[in-house]
C-alpha cells in the first residue's frame, strides 16, 4: 500500500489538528478512500496513489492558509478541499499587515498609522514620532513580521537602548535573558500577538527574530533584516550614529521614540531629537509624526496626555 507521511515544523500541529482532532475527523470525510492517521507532528495517509497526491496537494494549501492566517475552522477547510485554487478569504486583504495569533486582524487603525505603512513601503530607513499608545512600535513589529513572511528579509532585529539599566544590566538578577526580558517586554507582547509562541520560541532559537539592547549592536552589519529601534529617544549622539550606521544591504531601519519622555541625564542631547534635524532632508529617510488622536489605548491615555501637554506649555 502506498503511503505519504507529512511533518509539520513549521506550525503548530496541535492548532492544525483541531481540538480533538476535528480538522482531521473532516479530512478524512473528504477522503473516505485514503486511512488517514495524525500523531504528534505528523499526518500519514495509506491509499491510491494518486489520491495521495491529491491529499498531499491539499494538506499543502491548507498549511499555508493556516501559516497567513493563524486560524483554521470547517468551513476553511471545506473551501480549500473543494475549490479548485488556493483562494484568499479575507475581503480586507489589501488592508491587513499581518493575521495574528488566533486569526487576529492586524491593521492600521488610524489615518497617521495608515500612512505610517505608506512610509514603509517607500523608505528603506523610517522614523516614527509620537506620544505612548499611539502604536507607533506595535505597527513597525507587524510590518517587519509581515516582510518575514513574505520572504522579503530573513531575520527581525528589534532592539531598545537600556539606559535605566545603564547598558550593562549588571544589578538585576538572574542570566543574561532574565536581565533582559524585563526590558523588552513591549516587544516580546507585540510578537506573541502575531506569531505563535512554538513558532517564536524557535525563531528566536535560530536567530531569525533578535531582541536585544542596543550596546549588542555595535560592530554588526545587518543585512536581509528589519530592524527596529524602539525607545531612540534614550539613545545619545554617538549611539544613534553607531545605530544608522549598522544598515546593510536589503535592510529596513524603523526607529521609534517620543522627545517627550527622554531618560536621559540632563545636558545630554537626545540622539533621536538631533537624527531628526540632521536627516530630515536625506532622500529614502521617511519622518512621520503621530499625535494623541492616534492614541488607542484607553481612552484615558488620551486625557493623560493633554493634561501634561498643558503643564509643559505652562512652563
Known amino acids: 500500500m502506498n503511503e505519504i507521511i ?32 495524525a500523531r504528534g507532528n505528523k499526518i500519514k495517509a495509506y491509499g491510491d496513489e494518486l489520491l495521495l497526491e491529491e491529499f498531499d496537494k491539499r494538506i ?11 486560524k483554521l475552522d470547517e468551513n476553511i477547510i471545506e473551501r480549500i478541499l473543494t475549490s479548485d485554487k488556493e483562494a484568499q478569504y479575507d475581503k480586507n486583504v489589501k488592508d491587513v499587515l499581518v493575521h495574528g495569533v488566533g486569526g487576529k486582524i492586524i491593521k492600521p487603525q488610524t489615518p497617521n498609522q495608515e500612512k505610517l505603512v505608506a512610509l514603509a513601503h517607500k523608505n528603506d530607513m523610517l522614523f516614527a514620532i509620537g506620544p505612548a499608545g499611539t502604536g507607533k512600535t506595535y505597527v513597525g513589529v507587524a ?30 538578577p538572574g542570566d543574561l535573558n532574565e536581565k533582559l526580558d524585563p526590558y523588552m517586554q513591549p ?11 512554538e513558532k517564536l520560541a524557535s525563531y528566536i532559537e ?16 545587518l ?7 524602539d525607545e531612540a529617544q534614550n539613545t545619545t549622539h554617538a549611539q544613534m550614529k553607531m545605530f544608522l550606521t549598522r544598515m546593510g544591504k536589503n535592510a529596513k531601519f524603523m526607529i521609534t521614540g517620543d522627545p517627550g ?3 536621559l541625564p540632563r545636558r545630554m542631547i ?20 503621530l499625535d494623541d488622536k492616534d492614541v488607542i489605548r484607553h481612552r484615558l491615555v488620551k486625557e493623560v496626555i493633554e493634561a501634561y501637554k498643558k503643564i509643559e506649555h505652562q512652563n
Do not use: W
Open 6 to 37: 507529512i511533518e509539520f515544523s513549521e506550525i503548530n500541529p496541535r492548532d492544525f489538528f483541531g481540538n480533538q482532532n476535528v480538522h482531521v475527523e473532516t479530512l478524512k470525510k473528504y477522503f473516505p478512500k485514503l486511512k488517514i492517521v
Open 270 to 289: 537626545s540622539g533621536l531629537k538631533e537624527a531628526l534635524l540632521v536627516l530630515k532632508n536625506v532622500k529614502g529617510i521617511g519622518i512621520l509624526y
Open 187 to 197: 516587544l516580546y507582547d507585540a510578537l506573541r500577538d502575531m506569531i505563535p509562541h
Open 143 to 172: 510590518l517587519a513580521v509581515k516582510a518575514l513572511k513574505e520572504k522579503k528579509v530573513k531575520r527581525i532585529i528589534l532592539t531598545r537602548p537600556a539606559v535605566e539599566a545603564g547598558e550593562n544590566l549588571g544589578f538585576l
Open 60 to 70: 499543502n494549501m491548507l498549511v499555508n492558509y493556516f501559516g497567513k492566517y493563524n
Open 261 to 263: 519622555q527622554i531618560d
Open 206 to 221: 535560530k536567530g531569525i527574530v533578535q531582541i536585544a539592547p542596543m550596546a549588542f549592536m555595535r560592530g554588526r552589519t
Open 223 to 229: 543585512d536581509n533584516a528589519f530592524v527596529i529601534l
